[in-house]
Structure formats: structure tokens, C-alpha cells
């Protein structure tokens, strides 16, 4: 589908059945509902980050949507994934428009893709829950902001860096294609599960705190091939490892 236009009173559902999946290969204005009811159904929006106009709701059940190019300073439209999937490319992941909220289920997740280099930026009523990479190689990177995970971390491939003090309570998974760490002084990074590494864990900055959680549900892991680097400063700015708050 080239364009696709959905006027305040029309509603776009794709449902369970074999084949319902929609790509929007140009401009995607959304003034109604868009929503994946059921089934592993993809909604898939190709056209730039400013193509997709989203004024009403883009909803999934289940299913994935997939914005290729990004989104640049998203409309006044909802992006609700109860147990869906929104999968984010291109180099732009702007949520911050007041009228715009996004939120996810116990289930759902925020997936960043591409090769693009992205920094997503969020308003103070977004509400994320899993987040995870398919970024396509270790060198394609996200810059994490202190907006809460509550949920699991899953770096499949590309690295993800956070730029603030912050917690990851759920479950985190590297995997050998994968890096997870941060290159930002005095900073507390908290853990408060376990953690699974394959590929990289990396901390490369002055006077930074890692706390682990202690107990089965801790447990970090450096699998065969991953590995665990720390790179501090001297003296007071060296990288401060803790178990539960102590040293």
C-alpha cells in the first residue's frame, strides 16, 4: 500500500487470519484506529520518520509495528502495545509530544532495529515495560536516557549505553553480538536480577557505582565468549562495585 489515510470514524483492524499483514510503503496519516486484534500480524510503516502522522491510536493485542525510518516528535496519537511489539529503525525515536502516549502491557516491548544510531526521547507519561535490540551488528548503537525499564533487557545485536543513573530490575540478556554498559562519569548503574552475558558488559568511565543484586535472583553470568570490562579513573574515580549496597 502506497498511502494510507484513516479519516476520525474508520478503524484499520488486522485480525488472526493467515496473510493479514499491511506494509505502508509511503505517507501513513492515522486519525482514527489502527489495531493488531490478534494473531502475530505486522503492521509496517516504510515511509520517513516525518511520514507517520499518528492522531488517533495504533494499537497491538499482539502482532508487531513497525515504524522502519523512526518517528521525529510523534503526533498527538497513542502507540498502546498490550502484548505487541513496536519496532523503531532509522536514526529518530522522538515519543516526547505531550499528547502522545506510549504504553506497554506486561508483554510488550520497545524494539529498536537498523543500523541507525538512536537516542530516544520520551515525555513524562510513557510507560515502558521490555526493551530489546536487533540493531543488525555490534557497532549500531542506542543511548538510554534514566526512563524506567521495569521489565526485561534483551540485546540480541548492537550495543545499548545508558547516559544516567538508573535501574534495571528485570532480567537482562546479552547476546554475543550484543554490548550493554555505559561511557558516562558518576553514574550508578543498578541490577536488580540476573544478568546473562554472551557478548560484552562494558563500563568505561570516572567514578562510576555497579550494583549487583545478591542470591539465585541475581546471579550475573559471563557465558563462554562474553566478557566483563571496567575502565575507571584513579583514586576517588575509580568504578565501585557493590552487592546489595555493599562494597
Same mark, same amino acid.
Given at each position: 500500500?502506497?498511502?494510507?489515510?484513516?479519516?476520525? #470514524?474508520?478503524?484499520?483492524?488486522?485480525?488472526?487470519? *493467515? %496473510?493479514?499483514?499491511?506494509?505502508?510503503?509511503?505517507?501513513?496519516?492515522?486519525?482514527?484506529?489502527? /489495531?493488531?486484534? *490478534?494473531?502475530?500480524?505486522?503492521?509496517?510503516?516504510?515511509?520517513?520518520?516525518?511520514?507517520?502522522?499518528?492522531?488517533?491510536? $495504533?494499537?497491538?493485542? #499482539?502482532? =508487531?509495528?513497525?515504524?522502519?525510518?523512526?518517528?521525529?516528535?510523534?503526533?498527538?496519537?497513542?502507540?498502546?502495545?498490550?502484548?505487541?511489539? +513496536?519496532?523503531?529503525g532509522g536514526t529518530s525515536a522522538d515519543f516526547t509530544n505531550a499528547?502522545? *502516549?506510549? /504504553?506497554?502491557?506486561?508483554?510488550? #516491548?520497545?524494539?529498536?532495529?537498523?543500523?541507525?544510531?538512536?537516542?530516544?526521547?520520551?515525555?513524562?507519561?510513557?510507560?515502558?515495560?521490555?526493551?530489546?535490540?536487533?540493531? &543488525?551488528?555490534?557497532?549500531?548503537?542506542?543511548?538510554?536516557?534514566? =526512563?524506567?525499564?521495569?521489565? =526485561?533487557?534483551?540485546?540480541?545485536?548492537?550495543?545499548?549505553?545508558?547516559?544516567?543513573?538508573?535501574?534495571?530490575?528485570?532480567? $537482562?540478556?546479552? &547476546?554475543?553480538?550484543?554490548? +550493554?554498559?555505559?561511557?558516562?562519569?558518576?553514574?550508578?548503574?543498578?541490577?536488580?536480577?540476573?544478568?546473562?552475558?554472551?557478548?560484552? +558488559?562494558?563500563?568505561?568511565?570516572?567514578g562510576q557505582t555497579l550494583r549487583f543484586a545478591s542470591g539465585a535472583? &541475581?546471579?550475573?553470568? $559471563?557465558?563462554?565468549? %562474553?566478557?566483563?570490562?571496567?575502565?575507571?579513573?584513579?583514586?576517588?574515580?575509580? $568504578?565501585?562495585?557493590?552487592?546489595?549496597? #555493599?562494597?
Amino acid at each position: 500500500l502506497a498511502v494510507l489515510v484513516l479519516f476520525m #470514524t474508520r478503524t484499520l483492524n488486522l485480525g488472526a487470519a *493467515a %496473510g493479514e499483514n499491511l506494509t505502508v510503503t509511503g505517507s501513513a496519516t492515522i486519525g482514527a484506529n489502527a /489495531t493488531i486484534a *490478534a494473531g502475530a500480524r505486522t503492521l509496517t510503516f516504510n515511509g520517513t520518520e516525518a511520514a507517520v502522522d499518528n492522531d488517533g491510536a $495504533i494499537t497491538a493485542t #499482539t502482532g =508487531t509495528v513497525v515504524l522502519t525510518n523512526g518517528v521525529s516528535n510523534a503526533d498527538a496519537g497513542d502507540f498502546t502495545m498490550s502484548n505487541g511489539t +513496536l519496532s523503531v529503525g532509522g536514526t529518530s525515536a522522538d515519543f516526547t509530544n505531550a499528547g502522545c *502516549a506510549l /504504553t506497554f502491557g506486561a508483554s510488550g #516491548t520497545l524494539d529498536f532495529i537498523g543500523s541507525g544510531a538512536q537516542t530516544p526521547a520520551f515525555n513524562g507519561d510513557d510507560t515502558l515495560q521490555n526493551l530489546s535490540l536487533n540493531k &543488525g551488528a555490534l557497532a549500531n548503537l542506542v543511548t538510554l536516557d534514566a =526512563t524506567a525499564v521495569p521489565g =526485561t533487557v534483551t540485546v540480541t545485536t548492537g550495543t545499548l549505553r545508558t547516559n544516567a543513573t538508573r535501574s534495571f530490575p528485570g532480567a $537482562i540478556t546479552v &547476546g554475543a553480538n550484543g554490548e +550493554l554498559g555505559s561511557t558516562t562519569n558518576s553514574i550508578t548503574v543498578t541490577f536488580g536480577s540476573t544478568l546473562s552475558i554472551t557478548g560484552d +558488559l562494558v563500563f568505561n568511565a570516572s567514578g562510576q557505582t555497579l550494583r549487583f543484586a545478591s542470591g539465585a535472583g &541475581g546471579q550475573t553470568t $559471563i557465558n563462554n565468549g %562474553g566478557t566483563f570490562q571496567m575502565t575507571g579513573g584513579g583514586g576517588g574515580n575509580r $568504578i565501585r562495585l557493590e552487592q546489595d549496597g #555493599t562494597s
